[in-house]
């Protein structure tokens, strides 16, 4: 998580004094004409730019680390990607229509509200991250009494019959051993539960 909190210094250095120095200066030339304008602009196309490469670099550190660390896909997990696809989207908007202003010198307020927006939107993305569940591994302790619990009938796959443990790709084989005969079980890690047994 510490790459994420370096993200969210990085939009507060970047939307601190250059939102507020932009917006003024593009407000002022609301009324203004020709070179004021088209600087303003500039100005506000320049910030969209920082806006979409940071949104666009946090959106994909974020869904490398989702996808790698197998996260549940759940609303809960996924919020804060979605957010930040919103926030690219209005920057775009801000982007482009700032572009129209500087080739036409008239100017557009509406891609100062896509601007603005996007940079809320953007922050708050970054806040979600914190509601980001990764799937927690079960433990070994954990994984031996599921198997207890779940084989009851059969009365010897208790952790003590455990002889040996094997990981295999994405599942445990499990190896017991008792008096009259030998038992292999294999467990699902992503799932966790049993998907055979054999004597």
Known sequence: ??????????????????LHNYFKMAKKSKSSKGGSVVEAYKM????????????STILAAQLAF??????????????SSLVLVLAITLSFFGFGRAIQVVKTACSDPKAIDFTNASTIVLIVGILL???IQ??????????????????????????ENCTQIEMNGDHYRLH????????????????????????
Not at 44 to 55: C, E, F, G, M, R
């Open 176 to 199: 017991y051993q008792s008096p009259k005969s030998d038992i292999e079980v294999v467990y699902s890690i992503q799932d966790q539960r049993i998907l055979s047994i054999t004597p």
């Open 134 to 159: 990764p799937t927690k591994e079960q433990s070994i302790d954990a994984m031996l009494e599921n198997i207890e619990s779940n084989t009851s009938s059969l009365g010897k796959l208790n952790p």
């Open 44 to 55: 506000v196309i320049d910030y969209n730019k920082v806006i979409i490469s940071l949104a």
């Open 129 to 131: 991250i914190g509601l």
């Open 66 to 79: 989702l996808v790698l660390q197998q996260t549940d896909f759940n609303l809960l997990n996924y919020a």
């Open 1 to 18: 998580m510490f790459y994420f909190q370096k993200c969210l210094i990085e939009v507060f250095n970047h939307t601190g004094p250059g």
